[in-house]
Every structure is written in C-alpha cells, then in structure tokens.
C-alpha cells in the first residue's frame, strides 16, 4: 500500500503579475507554477529585477497577480474580499521584511506581540518560551529597536514571524 502524497501547504498556478500598460508594460511574473510541501524551505533565487519579491507579494497575499491562482492550505486567495484576505495573512502567514518593519516607540514584545493583538489574539505560553529562548532574545524584551543591534532586530523580526504559528512564514 502506497502512502497518499502529502499536499501542498502553498501551490501557484499560472501566476502573472504584470505591471503598466502599452508600451511601458513590465510583466514580473508569467506563468509561475509552485507547490510548497509542508516543513520544507522553499528558496527563490534569481538576479535583481528577475521578479522575486513580486513572486513573494503575490504569494503571500501583499500583491494581487494580473491571473492565475494561489491556494494557501485549501484556500484560494486570489479573488478573496480585502477583509477576508487581510483575516488568512493575520491567522496564518508570517512575514519577516528585509527592513524588519519593527515599530521604534514598541519593545521588542510589544513588536512580536503586535500581530496576535490585531487579531485579539494571545501567545501560547510555551510557544512564546521556545521562540523567545530559540532566538536568544529573552533579555532584550524591553528594549526598543534604537537599542538594539541589528542582528537582535532581525531575530525580533522572526519571533513576530513565528509567534502566531503560521502555516508558511515567507522572508525577503
């Protein structure tokens, strides 16, 4: 007996994103199909202005491609109202911005704790401890990005990522 295959968490199907019109039109993406398997890492690598973070965007719901399709553990996200889209990338999608995106007047807490109270949500406490002893953050908590060095706002970044436990966390 043979083992069902496991299904993708993330698939794209015939993805474009195309930019302008005319003659200034761009197209970043044409034709992309993907599948991620859950626990994997997906790399994306190609020279600059090659289409990457377009891909990302439009994966991930922050970009809506010109056509094609994206399914994020079932669900189609492309067509998806604003509310109900912004609701899928809140609950299970984590994000880590090359800027890190980190709020200056928030500690880092408050900065990791920032997505779960948009969404009235708490962190489960044993979570949190692993994320936060993962990433060897547990005692710069109270501090603000100014106060902390970059490598320390990156992992701050990360443990937003991570502390809703989403089903895919996408980094650029």
């Known amino acids: 007996m ?5 299904p993708p968490i993330l698939s794209a199907r015939s993805l ?21 398997l859950p626990g994997t890492f997906t790399s994306i690598m190609g020279p600059s202005g090659s289409g990457k973070s377009t891909l990302v965007h439009c994966l991930s719901g922050m970009d809506r491609p010109t056509s094609g399709s994206v399914t994020l553990e079932g669900v189609q996200m492309v067509g998806m109202k604003d509310r109900a889209l912004t609701e ?3 609950r299970r999608i984590g994000f880590v911005f090359q800027s890190f995106n980190l709020l200056p007047t ?12 948009l969404a009235h949500r708490r962190p489960q406490p044993q979570w949190w401890d692993a994320v936060i002893s ?7 908590l109270t501090h603000r990005p100014t106060e ?4 320390q706002q990156q992992r701050v970044a990360v443990a937003r990522a991570l502390i809703g436990r989403p089903a ?5």
């Not at 993962?134 to 710069?140: C, K, N, P, S, T």
């Not at 895919?168 to 650029?172: E, H, K, L, R, S």
Request: hydrophobic share 40%; aromatic share 4%.
């Open 134 to 140: 993962a990433l060897g953050i547990g005692d710069r």
């Open 16 to 36: 474009s994103r195309t930019y302008g019109t005319g003659p200034a039109c761009v197209e970043a993406l044409k034709g992309v199909d993907l599948d991620v």
């Open 148 to 151: 902390l060095s970059g490598g």
């Open 168 to 172: 895919v966390v996408f980094a650029d």
């Open 88 to 90: 899928l990338r809140r």
């Open 2 to 6: 043979t083992a069902e295959p496991t």
């Open 106 to 117: 928030l500690t880092a807490e408050e900065n990791i704790l920032l997505p779960l109270r």
